[in-house]
């Protein structure tokens, strides 16, 4: 959703923590990408190089299939370190074992901060168009991990601002390891450009060069510098009316993918410079959304 002042954007991306590695983003004008190793997952039932090192790891015969055996000793070792004993080896567990280098892990995903390239910037019609706010120039392609509704890992990909890409790696980063549950994390243009579809879709997402829910001015979405985060269970109220007549997740009580005043993805935002829009007043509430100014 979106917010109805307009601002003039500044900076470009600086250095990007990811995992264990760190990064340089791109420049505004450089059309290269870059990228860095990240375990999200490897759990019962995975095999290869990655589950050997983590059997190495926790001294149990190494067989390269993770049987009951790896899941009875990962669940030790999370207990020991007082991470959640759930067997699977996310980032936290993966990072406690001590990591492994890039070339060692047989499952992982590469997070990334990327220029828009030729075919993305095909791809993404109906969210961008001449006359826009920000010159496709001024905008990164990233690719996040995230904890899905279906309690495994998965990546997820955004637009956003330059400026923010960093601190919205950053940001997710924190909501995989905290297993914050995300429906689903694909571009706008996957829905037609139409924020609607995308919100019914209960869809993460970030750019769409559009105007403002019940106005006229320019959406901080299309200067790539908002996150809107599952936002059917996290939706926009104007003046006490929910968007689509539907209430039944307006009330800030806990519940599965959404976003409490105060809670760790509140924090993982704010702490990288993010406001929310369920902290606004003046009637407009919108508890998907958080923006960087
Ligand atoms: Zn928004």
Redesign the pocket.
């Given at each position: 959703?979106?917010h109805n002042l307009v601002r003039l954007l500044a900076g470009t991306g600086a250095a990007v923590a990811l995992g264990a590695t760190l990064v340089a983003a791109p420049s505004a004008s450089a059309a290269t990408s870059t990228l860095s190793c990240s375990v999200v997952a490897t759990k019962s039932g995975d095999s290869g190089v990655l589950v050997s090192a983590i059997q190495s790891r926790l001294r149990v015969s190494v067989d390269g299939v993770f049987g009951p055996r790896t899941k009875a000793a990962v669940v030790a070792f999370q207990k020991s370190h007082r991470l959640v004993a759930d067997g699977i080896v996310g980032p936290l567990t993966w990072s406690a074992l001590g990591g492994f280098p890039c070339s060692a892990v047989g499952t992982s995903v590469a997070a990334s901060v990327s220029s828009i390239t030729p075919a993305l910037a095909t791809r993404m019609k109906t969210s961008y168009r001449a006359g826009c706010p920000v010159p496709l120039s001024g905008l990164r392609y990233v690719k996040v991990p995230y904890w899905g509704y279906d309690q495994r890992y998965h990546v997820g990909e955004l637009v956003v601002n330059a400026s923010i890409a960093s601190a919205t790696v950053t940001a997710f980063n924190t909501l995989a390891r905290n297993h914050f549950p995300i429906q689903q994390m694909r571009l706008v243009d996957d829905f037609g450009g139409n924020d609607d579809n995308s919100v019914k879709a209960n869809n993460t997402s970030a750019y769409n060069c559009r105007k403002i829910t019940n106005g006229t001015g320019w959406?901080?979405?299309a200067y790539g510098k908002?996150?809107?985060i599952n936002?059917w269970v996290n939706p926009?109220v104007y003046q006490g009316h929910p968007q689509y007549g539907v209430s039944t997740y307006v009330p800030r009580t806990p519940g599965k993918g959404k976003i409490l005043c105060g809670d760790a993805t509140y924090k993982a935002f704010t702490a990288g410079g993010f406001s929310w829009?369920g902290d606004w007043k003046a009637g407009v509430l919108?508890y998907?959304?958080f923006?960087h100014r």
């Open positions: 959703m979106s959406s901080m979405h908002a996150i809107d936002p926009y829009g919108d998907q959304h923006e």
